[in-house]
């Protein structure tokens, strides 16, 4: 499993159509320390099962399959108060990256290159997706397997359809782990994973597992929890071919911008040519222009004082597996440096962070009272907050990328 928080990072989307929600929710959290998840007797629970018996009938689950299932399910009420208590995450995107391509990550990933070797040339063959990016989507999920997560998935699906908060979301879910479990793939006491209902190496929801997990292995089950990893990384990089990896192109590319350049471009909505931007003055870190690999989009994480990357379109189909850009520039140079690239050349600014819902309310309340209308204040940086952002950082002087960083917030305080 990655991280246990939410990462609260605003998004734009791209002109290649980058999803405003994946099939995979954005939360996918660890099983938190000091948390039992232990089943507990619930009348109201047994109540809701007995209800839901019939409706998951009448969607093609079995009723063997049905009773096999909640033989040994219970109500689990850590599930819950960890659904309703997502706090945002603020953490830094400096350290958020420090970890995510840690020496030991980075170690780690290329060992697991070396040992399964042959099983990635095989799957890179069958799929085109860069094995260094699979290998990272692995690191970042689970830590190469280490934490898979041990919350029995009927239980703690059924908990969350039970009580409401998103139930249709969970008991779709739910429908789909019962004929994961009719299948064959697995058994009641293998289906194991998060809270919130990922499961093995990769984290697959039971909705994705069942529209793109593959039998890699030929053995008649699509096995992602088992040790052997072979399932779990072929269905990942079946996932992502689905949705249009781009085979021999990059994620993204370190950048240097020239002096004064139009900070106004830098948006993933904005799509040129390398060499287009080359002729702007946007060359590699080498000094030399980046290779057409398509059409790209220019972003700067945190601002004009950190890195800055092109993006192409394999950038927005690893945001088909969280939408979150800390968490795709995670993979990409997580899966950079496997591959036995080099660290970023310009690191992301110290204690620059993404703003609470509250402060970007903030912010837009101080930037339309100081004459620069937002358009509204609802908490989303959109085009109208940048352009307004802009325009303040403009008339005093500053570079105008529009990043809503806490630095701005506490100037315009």
């Known amino acids: 499993m990655r991280f246990a ?16 929600s994946t099939l995979r929710p954005e939360l996918r959290p660890a099983a938190t320390p000091g948390r039992t998840y232990a089943q507990v007797p619930d009348a109201g629970f047994d109540a809701w099962v007995r209800a839901f018996r019939p409706r998951a009938l009448g969607k093609g689950v079995s009723a063997a399959t049905f009773d096999a299932a909640f033989a040994n399910a219970g109500f689990i009420p850590d599930s819950i108060a960890l659904d309703r208590n997502q706090a945002e995450f603020t953490k830094p995107l400096s ?30 063959a069958a799929y085109g997706v860069d094995r260094h990016v699979v290998l990272a989507v692995w690191g970042m999920e689970s830590n190469f397997g280490k934490r898979r997560g041990s919350v029995p998935l009927v239980s703690t699906l059924a ?12 008991e779709d879910q739910l429908i789909a782990a ?58 990942t990089a079946a996932y992502l071919a689905n949705f249009g990896w781009t085979k021999g192109q990059p994620w993204g590319v370190e950048v240097r911008l020239p002096r004064g350049f139009d900070y106004s471009k830098t948006a993933r909505s904005v799509k040129q040519r390398a060499s287009a931007w080359a002729a702007l003055g946007v060359v590699g870190t080498d000094g030399r222009a980046v290779r057409d690999h398509g059409t790209a989009g220019l972003i700067t994480p945190t601002g004009a004082g950190g890195p800055a990357f092109l993006v192409f379109r394999n950038f927005d189909v690893i945001s088909r597996y969280n939408n979150a850009e800390a968490y795709i520039i995670g993979v990409g140079h997580l899966g950079d440096r496997i591959k036995g690239m080099e660290p970023l050349q310009r690191p992301f600014v110290a204690g620059e962070r993404s703003l609470k819902r509250a402060e970007r309310i903030e912010l837009q309340q101080r930037l339309t009272a ?43 305080r």
Not at 10 to 17: D, E, F, I, V, Y
Not at 98 to 124: F, H, K, N, P, W
Not at 379 to 403: E, H, N, W
């Open 95 to 124: 350290e958020y990256m420090a970890t995510a391509a840690s020496d030991d990550r980075v170690a780690t990933g290329r060992a697991m290159l070396v040992q399964y070797g042959d099983l990635l040339e095989r799957i890179e």
């Open 178 to 235: 019962l004929k994961i479990l009719q299948r064959g793939d697995t058994t009641p006491q293998n289906m194991t994973g998060s809270w919130a209902g990922a499961m093995g190496h990769t984290q697959f929801m039971p909705s994705s597992y069942a529209a793109y997990a593959v039998d890699f292995t030929g053995d008649g089950r699509r096995d992602i929890w088992s040790n052997d990893p072979s399932d779990a990384l072929a269905s």
């Open 159 to 170: 908990t969350l359809s039970y009580e409401g908060r998103r139930g249709r979301f969970f």
């Open 5 to 20: 928080f939410v990462i609260a990072v605003s998004l734009s989307t791209a002109a290649w159509g980058a999803p405003d």
């Open 370 to 412: 100081a004459g620069h209308d937002t358009g509204g204040v609802d908490g989303k940086i959109g085009p109208g907050s940048r352009r307004a952002i802009r325009a303040f950082q403009t008339s005093r002087g500053l570079p105008p990328d529009g990043y809503a960083s806490l630095t701005l917030l506490n100037r315009l």
